[in-house]
């Protein structure tokens, strides 16, 4: 993981609609130049819940989640083409707290 860069190297373009231009991949490349230097990737991505687990990182997300659809302040979700993470939103019953600004 962090030897070969592998979120930068295969996750990262895997999950784009479109192959990166050699000056994008070198943008997402310059801040973790040695695998020191990625450690932080990996630490978020030992993170991310995945099926409730890790109970408490599952848990503080699901409370941030409830917050950010029920609680007082509008929210607002943009998201792009050709990124394929967010291409589409996926939630439940956030309709109605989603706000669109317009200029």
Do not use: K
């Amino acid at each position: 993981m962090l030897q070969e860069n592998f979120f930068i190297e295969q996750v990262l373009p895997g999950g784009m609609n479109r192959p990166l231009t050699a000056a994008e991949h070198d943008a997402y490349r310059e801040p973790f130049p040695t695998p020191r230097d990625r450690l932080p990737v990996l630490r978020w991505i030992q993170q991310i819940p995945v099926n409730g687990d890790p109970a408490d990182v599952d848990a503080a997300v699901r409370r941030n989640q409830d917050v950010l659809l029920r609680g007082p302040v509008p929210g607002c979700c943009c998201t792009a083409s050709p990124a394929r993470w967010s291409a589409r939103p996926s939630w439940t019953g956030a309709a109605a707290t989603v706000l669109v600004w317009r200029s």
